[in-house]
């Protein structure tokens, strides 16, 4: 699965730009007078979103630990595991580190009646619009792992079945052209079997001719000679043309 699909790095990325602007924010509220107005709310909106990357974080880890039972299930090696548990260790460091300074100073600047109430206001106030859909993208994390594994497995198996019948259509057509290859090996066998018959009866005609104007020729006269030469010609041509043209 690709980073752009992989849910862990949807979130992740929600995550990352929160704490962002979380650390945007406590810079800001470092540099504002102490017990002022401006320092209260943003002490509140701090602490509001310090306990909202929170439980984004922890949600994030228990989809890990879920895939972490089963890696080969959801096509993630071992040391892949290993870093989204270093980076959730990574993004809770930096939310605790925040809200410890933001505690610390509430605490030592200010009442701890106040800040009570800070924290009991804090805690009654409606979820975040990132802490929803951060939830939204968890609850559909393994629904997402799990369809995409079963996807995969699907194409590999599809992939196979083509693969094996490709294999069986090349197979069929090489028998095929070997039992073409045999019978045209066959047929030409016998064509020059009969072509050596037809070369032996030929010479045997040849020699049979061959003797008996031998024997003509010692018993002819001179214009006897010519005529059976002439009619020899003759008799010559007609058996190639019968030998070889029929």
Not at 1 to 14: H, L, R, T
Not at 65 to 89: C, H, M, N
Not at 172 to 189: F, K, N, P, Y
């Amino acid at each position: 699965m690709s980073s752009a699909q992989d849910p862990f790095y949807i979130v992740k990325e929600e995550i990352q730009e929160s704490i962002d602007t979380l650390q945007a924010t406590f810079h800001q509220w470092e540099h504002t007078p102490v017990a002022s107005g401006a320092q209260t709310r943003l002490t509140k909106e701090l602490l509001s979103n310090c306990e909202s990357i929170e439980w984004q974080v922890d949600e994030l880890e228990k989809a890990i630990s879920v895939a972490a039972r089963d890696p080969a299930k959801y096509g993630i090696d071992q040391p892949e595991l290993e870093r989204r548990f270093k980076w959730t260790r990574t993004a809770r460091t930096q939310v605790v580190s925040v809200k410890k300074s933001v505690m610390g100073t509430d605490l030592n600047g200010s009442s701890s009646s106040t800040f009570s109430g800070m924290r009991q206001e804090l805690m009654s106030l409606p979820s975040p619009r990132q802490q929803d859909r951060a939830s939204h993208y968890i609850a559909k994390d393994h629904d997402d792992f799990i369809s995409s594994e079963s996807d995969r497995q699907m194409l590999l198996v599809r992939q196979q079945d083509e693969e094996l019948d490709e294999l069986s259509e090349s197979v069929q057509r090489i028998g095929s052209v070997g039992l073409t290859i045999h019978d045209e090996l066959h047929a030409q066998e016998k064509l020059l079997e009969e072509l050596g018959s037809e070369m032996d009866s030929t010479s045997n005609r040849l020699d049979f001719v061959q003797k008996k104007v031998a024997v003509v020729m010692k018993k002819a006269s001179a214009k006897g000679q010519m005529m059976m030469i002439l009619f020899l010609i003759v008799l010559f041509i007609v058996l190639f043309v019968l030998v070889f043209f029929t």
